[in-house]
């Protein structure tokens, strides 16, 4: 018996290489995950559960940390589309990330897209990164050294879409998940988001044509991750110092 295929990838603007360890790690983290649960995955659940793998990535590498819903500072947002001011309020940050060298306060949404024939692929995509956009605005800049608006995608296919006959009986046909798959990211090179600026992001499709990812006549074949940065006028070179200033 011949192994599943997967379809992964990576790609990170500006040579990010902190960015780009973290998304590998990520990835590795659902690989981990559907290597051990054959029979489940950790996208089709909700946005907690999305950035808890998040976390659990960062964890695994060298010195650095992640903590899920701490308590924070955020802005009440003001009247004026993009300005980033107002007095301050007590909240919850998603997702804060450190590395040896910086750090990430994140606010995540997540959508699930039909990437189906009769749909355009991008309508909830879009709404998601609006809505992460919106909240990660609401974050204080010296909340971390790096702000990003973080969107989690799960794609879906209609069941009905991607089944073979197979002795007698409908299977999901990997061949045709996967076409549609690079149908799909060719439509969706970059991901832009609400600041229409390039995004950084990864994707994980694992054990392709997997029977057990169907659910109610949707078939749900992996997840993208979508990073996207809000940046400050000045920010400071490394963590260590801004702990000295």
Not at 82 to 87: A, K, P, T
Not at 100 to 112: G, H, L, M, R, W
Not at 187 to 206: C, N, V
Request: proline residues 4%; charged residues 25%.
């Amino acid at each position: 018996m011949s192994k599943a295929k997967t379809i992964k990838g990576i790609k990170v603007q500006r040579s990010d290489q902190e960015l780009e360890n973290l998304l590998s790690a990520w990835v590795k983290a659902i690989v981990r995950y559907t290597t051990a649960n054959k029979y489940d995955n950790p996208w089709w659940y909700n946005e907690r559960a999305s950035l808890s793998v998040l976390a659990g990535a960062a964890w695994t590498l060298k010195n650095w940390l992640a903590l899920e819903e701490f308590s924070t500072l955020k802005r009440h947002r003001t009247l004026e589309p993009g300005v980033d001011s107002g007095s301050l309020r007590h909240g919850r940050c998603d997702l804060f990330v450190q590395s040896p060298n910086t750090s990430y306060a994140i606010e995540a949404k997540q959508t699930v897209q039909s990437i189906g024939a009769r749909s355009d692929g991008y309508t909830f995509v879009n709404r998601a990164m609006q809505k992460a956009w919106a909240d990660s605005g609401d974050l204080s800049n010296r909340e971390a050294y790096r702000r990003f608006a973080v969107t989690f995608i799960v794609p879906y296919i209609p069941t009905s879409e991607v089944l073979i006959k197979k002795d007698g009986v409908g299977k999901v046909c990997p061949e045709k998940v996967e076409r549609v798959i690079k149908n799909w990211l060719t439509d969706q090179p970059d991901f832009l988001g609400a600041s229409m600026k390039r995004t950084d992001f990864a994707f994980i499709f694992p054990q392709l044509g997997n029977q057990h990812y169907s659910l109610k006549g949707k078939h749900y074949p992996g997840v993208v991750i979508v990073f996207e940065e809000r940046y400050r006028a000045h920010r400071r070179q490394t963590i260590s110092e801004e702990q000295v200033l």
